[in-house]
């Protein structure tokens, strides 16, 4: 009997403490999910905080420029801390990540990774920077400059236009301008987006 007693405090006690820890993780994900919310919404209502206008252009530059299609892109979206690439502001030193990849008219396939510091109360805390790399390994770098939500108003996409800044020293693209505008639902990761614009190198 009493060995019957110890079995049954063991069982509870076991329950018990399971049930603690189910709730920590319900609300961790729940805080979690939260902050990639305001993200995203920080991601549609997006404004650079560079003035383009002002931006100069190397002499060299601008050999060819051709017209840039991008059959599609995908990719998915987290909010994690980063202090070393964020640490220059305050806590939390949160960094929205997007990884992807996608096929374009004058390289074929590509993946990019786009990158900003992120404090769930303020939005963006720096540019959106984009690093895309093509299946010869050349790099191209961009930057967000404006994301303007769809005029349906229950509709969640967004035309978001992202200006060309140059690309790896000695590559292909090392002085490459241009604009690139890319239309889909960014409110989810995984959603498909399909664009167009001019690429000059």
């Known amino acids: 009997m009493k060995k019957l007693f110890f079995y049954v405090l063991g069982a509870l006690f076991l329950f018990a403490s399971c049930q603690s820890d189910e709730l920590e993780s319900d609300a961790l994900v729940q805080e979690n999910d939260v902050i990639l919310m305001k993200a995203i ?3 549609s209502n997006y404004q650079s905080k560079t003035d383009w206008s002002q931006a100069s252009k190397s002499p ?3 050999q060819v420029t051709k017209k840039w299609t991008m059959h599609y892109s995908t990719g998915t979206v987290a909010v994690v801390p980063n202090p070393d690439a964020c640490g220059d502001f305050d806590a939390p030193n949160l960094e929205l990540q997007i990884d992807g990849y996608g096929r ?3 390289f074929g396939n590509f993946t990019f990774t786009n990158r900003a510091c ?3 109360e ?3 805390l720096s540019d959106l920077l984009g690093v895309g790399t093509t299946a010869a390994g050349d790099q191209f770098y961009f930057v967000l400059e404006s994301s303007i939500p769809d005029p349906e108003p229950n ?3 967004v035309t978001q236009r992202w200006n060309i800044r140059g ?3 000695g590559g292909r693209f090392e002085r490459a301008s241009g604009w690139l505008e890319i239309y889909g639902d960014n409110t989810q990761s995984g959603s498909v987006f399909v664009g167009w614009g001019e690429f000059t190198y």
């Open 41 to 43: 919404e920080a991601y």
């Open 155 to 157: 509709d969640n996409f």
């Open 60 to 62: 060299n530059a601008n």
């Open 167 to 169: 690309g790896s020293e």
């Open 122 to 124: 303020l939005g963006f």
């Open 104 to 106: 374009g008219s004058l």
């Open 118 to 120: 992120f404090d769930p």
